[in-house]
Antibody, heavy 117, light 107 residues
Framework: QVTLKESGPVLVKPTETLTLTCTVSGFSLSNARMGVSWIRQPPGKALEWLAHIFSNDEKSYSTSLKSRLTISKDTSKSQVVLTMTNMDPVDTATYYC?????????WGQGTLVTVSS | VIWMTQSPSLLSASTGDRVTISCRMSQGISSYLAWYQQKPGKAPELLIYAASTLQSGVPSRFSGSGSGTDFTLTISCLQSEDFATYYCQQYYSFPWTFGQGTKVEIK
């Protein structure tokens, strides 16, 4: 059974860097068929795709957030890490990681990150 | 960037109704489209991928159709547990994008 779980701070201050970790189980991050994405959802708003990492370490980013995002993986730890620099209150959202093959499935439970001083 | 127009944004319906949600792309994406259902406070769940393939475990009252630029999600006989928000998503090219969502509410 494939599962993913996000972890990280619940509160960050403006201008700080956010680091989120997605721990996966049930599949290997070196699996050529599966990749992992990060997606976020501000309260009451739509889903927004942020970044994706493939098994061969190829990466892709949201056009509007590319300068602030870095995605990486540690295959030995079964973890995918997302960093977002220069956090702002508008970045307050639930952040999800999800396995991606044909669409996103499954998703982690999500972690709410609030940006406030 | 592939822009997506999902409509309607709000749909009021009754149990037993047949409902359709539309998703239109700014350029062709073949059949690289997925549909998700999201209930309040929960992560989205994959319903359909490749535009028309039902994810394992999803009830057959859900169906998807379309290719190229125009896609539709149909719920043939709305059940109480189907009142939720639905999103389309293209995975044809990066950056991957989501529609703005359709909330299906009780009429």
């Amino acid at each position: 059974q494939v599962t993913l779980k996000e972890s990280g701070p619940v509160l960050v201050k403006p201008t700080e860097t956010l680091t989120l970790t997605c721990t996966v189980s049930g599949f290997s991050l070196s699996n050529a068929r599966m990749g992992v994405s990060w997606i976020r959802q501000p309260p009451g708003k739509a889903l927004e795709w942020l970044a994706h990492i493939f098994s061969n370490d190829e990466k892709s980013y949201s056009t509007s957030l590319k300068s602030r995002l870095t995605i990486s993986k540690d295959t030995s730890k079964s973890q995918v890490v997302l960093t977002m620099t220069n956090m702002d209150p508008v970045d307050t959202a639930t952040y999800y990681c999800a396995a991606a093959l044909k669409g996103f499935d499954p998703w982690g439970q999500g972690t709410l990150v609030t940006v406030s001083s | 960037v592939i822009w997506m127009t999902q409509s309607p944004s709000l749909l009021s319906a009754s149990t037993g109704d047949r409902v359709t949600i539309s998703c239109r792309m700014s350029q062709g994406i073949s059949s690289y489209l997925a549909w998700y259902q999201q209930k309040p406070g929960k992560a989205p769940e994959l319903l359909i991928y490749a535009a028309s393939t039902l994810q394992s475990g999803v009830p057959s009252r859900f169906s998807g159709s379309g290719s190229g630029t125009d896609f539709t999600l149909t719920i043939s006989c709305l059940q109480s547990e189907d009142f939720a928000t639905y999103y389309c998503q293209q995975y044809y090219s990066f950056p991957w994008t989501f529609g703005q969502g359709t909330k299906v509410e009780i009429k």
